[in-house]
């Protein structure tokens, strides 16, 4: 009886998740974008097919396909899969994962894939945890992150790892997810509602998805298709991203500019960096 219920909360889970989740691939075919990592004949899809993956580090913005390709191989492998995230687990669950693998390897010869989303939120000492395993080949790791891995993965780990980049999504791309989420809405959209999509996504599958989902909702109280002005509402206010990378690109950008009297480029720089929260302590030391 308690597996009933529990087959059927997932059920309806999934009715309700995001259209993001529910859109998201299975297939190596089924993902969009990233041509130069999964296209026919690219080194990475080849490892995939063949289940030859050797530990990786996926590195790209938000929504570009990190966690789909990771749960691709998931379906893919025939070695055991596990997923952990650097959000909230600890040294501990990486020394669980490391037995557990070991057990398996020694009584069913079978090896294991360790999933490790926002790989870049572990510390020094917890990415160390991971050095053993990684060097021996007792787990695959894949470590997923939106943030350099030159600045906040550890030298000894980035060495044992291979690291691909994954791209924001184009427009094509962009589109294409554009229109698998109209068809799983059971709706429509004018064109100047899903070219703003397309524009204001900035590479971003999730956002475009979830802002689609938002929108049609709204179409569907309406009784009508989803209109540009149904697109503004769900889109709000979109942040501007702003990493480790931008951090200093965007300091540099700005001192550039002063330095060649450039006060247009002076003041763009600048606002960029308050409207992201830029402490203007920092800003003000490196005028000095």
């Given at each position: 009886m308690t597996?009933?219920?529990?087959?059927?909360?997932?059920?309806r889970q999934s009715e309700r998740?995001?259209?993001?989740?529910?859109?998201?691939?299975?297939?190596?075919?089924?993902?969009?974008?990233?041509d130069h990592l999964?296209?026919?004949?690219?080194?990475?899809?080849?490892?995939?097919?063949?289940?030859?993956?050797?530990?990786?580090?996926l590195w790209g913005p938000p929504g570009t396909g990190k966690t789909t390709l990771a749960k691709v191989i998931a379906r893919t492998t025939e070695r055991v899969f596990e997923s952990?995230?650097?959000v909230n687990a600890s040294v501990k669950d990486v020394r669980?994962?490391?037995?557990?693998?070991?057990?398996?390897?020694?009584?069913?010869?079978?090896?294991?894939?360790l999933f490790l989303d926002e790989v870049h939120r572990f510390n020094k000492s917890q990415?160390?945890?991971?050095?053993?395993?990684?060097?021996?080949?007792?787990?695959?790791?894949?470590?997923?992150?939106?943030?350099n891995p030159n600045f906040e993965v550890n030298a000894a780990l980035r060495s044992r790892s291979t690291l691909f980049r994954l791209e924001p999504l184009e427009e094509p791309a962009l589109r294409q997810l554009v229109d698998r989420g109209l068809d799983a809405e059971g709706t429509t959209a004018?064109?100047?509602?899903?070219?703003?999509?397309?524009?204001?996504?900035?590479?971003?599958?999730?956002?475009?998805?979830?802002?689609?989902?938002?929108?049609?909702?709204?179409?569907?109280r309406d009784g009508g298709k989803i209109s540009l002005d149904q697109v503004e509402a769900a889109l709000g206010t979109k942040a501007i991203r702003y990493g480790q990378d931008d951090h200093y690109d965007v300091i540099s950008a700005f001192i550039k500019s002063i330095r060649g009297s450039d006060v247009d480029a002076g003041?763009?720089?600048?606002?960029?960096?308050?409207?992201?929260?830029?402490?203007?302590?920092?800003?003000?030391?490196?005028?000095?």
């Open positions: 597996d009933l219920f529990a087959a059927a909360a997932e059920i998740a995001p259209l993001a989740d529910r859109l998201r691939p299975i297939r190596l075919d089924d993902i969009v974008g990233q999964l296209g026919e004949g690219r080194p990475l899809r080849g490892l995939i097919e063949a289940d030859t993956l050797g530990s990786i580090l952990l995230s650097a669980l994962v490391l037995s557990q693998a070991q057990d398996r390897l020694g009584q069913h010869g079978q090896g294991t894939i990415q160390d945890a991971l050095l053993p395993g990684v060097e021996t080949g007792l787990i695959t790791l894949i470590g997923a992150t939106t943030e004018s064109d100047d509602a899903i070219q703003l999509l397309v524009d204001r996504g900035a590479g971003d599958g999730r956002q475009v998805l979830t802002a689609l989902g938002v929108a049609s909702a709204l179409a569907k003041l763009y720089w600048l606002a960029r960096m308050l409207d992201a929260g830029e402490s203007a302590r920092f800003i003000a030391r490196r005028l000095v």
